[in-house]
């Protein structure tokens, strides 16, 4: 079993930044993908980015150029720097783990992300 726990999230004007950090615990097999999901009201949830344990990273379009993600597989975490935030970056952002041993795919508790005009 594996914990993703979240931290970071809060209240930022636009144009801010905030920083997202994930820490998993517990039965982590190396290989596997990390990544960012948001999720605003009446939206399906979205991938913002992932890394994987090579560290290739992906994008959405939309966070291009302002986001990064990062990772310290020593530490079992994973990183997302949103800068020059946007009120349409407003969701719910979770935590994502795929092991590709397995197949199996672990979901954070989710942090509130608010841009405010």
């Known amino acids: 079993q594996v914990q993703l726990v979240e931290s970071g999230g809060g209240l930022v004007q636009a144009g801010g930044s905030l920083r997202l950090s994930c820490a998993a615990s517990?039965?982590?097999?190396?290989?596997?993908?990390m990544g960012w999901y948001r999720q605003a009201p009446g939206k399906q949830r979205e991938l913002v980015a992932a890394i994987s344990s090579g560290g290739s990273t992906n994008y959405a379009d939309s966070v291009k150029g302002r986001f990064t993600i990062s990772r310290d597989n020593a530490k079992n975490t994973v990183y997302l720097q949103m800068n020059s935030l946007k009120p349409e970056d407003t969701a719910v952002y979770y935590c994502n783990l795929y092991s590709v041993i397995g197949g199996r795919e672990y979901w954070g508790q989710g942090t509130q992300v608010t841009v405010s005009s």
């Open positions: 517990g039965n982590i097999f190396s290989i596997n993908v």
